[in-house]
């Protein structure tokens, strides 16, 4: 039996079929040795029951409830035993050689110790989101005065979307996202996972942020590539537009200083009003940002104060259970 070497870590909620595609493309396109491991956050579609019928030789652990990303994956990578631990989103699909790729570069350029891939939408289209620039001041400015809308992609005045830059090249980063995220074991433990404080959204940059402290020097490796279809497990558009908004306070009021803290949640706030103005003066109430402006006292506070008011009570999942093959 060959000894794994890379752990594949997928978080599911209600996104069964997702997750089997995912799952099924993965195993069909990688022949390094795998060990897939799905953590289920209490759904109600029957994905355990489903995935452990459809594929007998992964893991799947029951975490008993939503417990949040962070916390799903830091479970899935302490039920792990391989040396490389492998971030996959379920919904994806796996690219042939996308996992080989990664563990050869991994191997053959150790010194970066943190890396990610390159995602494309369903029609082959770069998702740009499988890696972004750091949230600062000037970002955040930006995003307040609408110019990281009207120069949507330039790389001065919306900075975090790394400009026109197509993810095709092998370019150091600020921030690998947690849709396709690739690190030693060791590495992993050194930073203590990801920060369960954040629940879901902004844990991956919060997570980037602390690896790069620590000497590590996150890079895209463009031969790993993998559709990703975007939010499969979020159904509204101002829901999950609130949940990042509470992932982007927390950054700041965790990673940024005393001083620039309320400079930085009020340009957050600023934006999000900016962009909700149009559709209140129509009198439209159920429009995006004009969801995020109204959850404003919700998300603005962060987590964990933010879990309560945007996803309900989760705070005491049942105990975990797992099945291994």
């Given at each position: 039996?060959?000894?794994?070497?890379?752990?594949?870590?997928?978080?599911?909620?209600?996104?069964?079929?997702?997750?089997?595609?995912?799952?099924?493309?993965?195993?069909?396109t990688t022949t390094t040795p795998l060990e897939v491991i799905v953590v289920d956050n209490g759904s109600i579609d029957d994905s355990?029951?489903?995935?452990?019928?459809?594929?007998?030789?992964?893991?799947?652990?029951?975490?008993?409830?939503?417990?949040?990303?962070?916390?799903?994956?830091?479970?899935?990578?302490?039920?792990?035993?391989?040396?490389?631990?492998?971030?996959?989103?379920?919904?994806?699909?796996?690219?042939?050689?996308?996992v080989d790729n990664m563990l050869a570069f991994a191997e053959t350029h150790?010194?970066?110790?943190?890396?990610?891939?390159r995602t494309l939408r369903p029609d082959?289209?770069?998702?740009?989101?499988?890696?972004w620039g750091a949230m600062t001041l000037w970002s955040?400015?930006?995003?307040?005065?609408?110019?990281?809308?009207?120069?949507?992609?330039?790389?001065?005045?919306?900075?975090?979307?790394?400009?026109?830059?197509?993810?095709?090249?092998v370019r150091e980063v600020p921030i690998i996202t947690g849709c396709l995220l690739f690190i030693r074991r060791s590495d992993w433990e050194l930073l203590a996972g990801m920060d369960e404080t954040y629940f879901l959204y902004g844990e991956d940059a919060d997570f980037s942020s602390r690896a790069i402290a620590a000497g590590m020097r996150p890079v895209i490796v463009p031969e790993a590539t993998i559709i990703h279809a975007v939010g499969g497990s979020t159904a509204s558009s101002g829901r999950k537009m609130s949940m990042v908004m509470a992932g982007k306070a927390t950054v700041i009021r965790r990673?940024?200083?005393?001083?620039?803290?309320?400079?930085?949640?009020?340009?957050?706030?600023?934006?999000?009003?900016?962009r909700a103005l149009p559709h209140r003066l129509r009198g439209r109430r159920d429009?995006?940002?004009?969801?995020?402006?109204?959850?404003?006292?919700?998300?603005?506070?962060?987590?964990?104060?933010?879990?309560?008011?945007?996803?309900?009570?989760?705070?005491?999942?049942?105990?975990?259970?797992?099945?291994e093959a």
């Open positions: 039996m060959n000894v794994p070497a890379v752990a594949v870590i997928i978080v599911n909620y209600n996104t069964r079929d997702e997750t089997s595609t995912s799952i099924a493309s993965l195993l069909e355990a029951a489903h995935l452990r019928a459809t594929f007998p030789d992964i893991t799947v652990i029951d975490a008993g409830g939503n417990i949040g990303f962070a916390a799903g994956v830091n479970l899935g990578v302490a039920h792990a035993h391989a040396a490389w631990v492998m971030l996959l989103n379920p919904d994806t699909v796996v690219l042939d050689g996308a150790p010194s970066h110790r943190l890396y990610g891939g082959g289209t770069t998702d740009p989101s499988s890696c955040l400015t930006c995003f307040a005065t609408g110019l990281s809308t009207a120069f949507k992609r330039n790389r001065f005045f919306d900075p975090e979307s790394l400009g026109k830059w197509e993810r095709d090249t990673r940024w200083s005393r001083r620039t803290i309320p400079i930085g949640l009020a340009l957050l706030q600023a934006g999000a009003g900016l429009t995006t940002w004009q969801i995020v402006w109204d959850q404003r006292a919700l998300w603005r506070t962060g987590y964990p104060s933010a879990k309560a008011g945007l996803f309900g009570d989760t705070a005491h999942p049942a105990p975990v259970t797992v099945a």
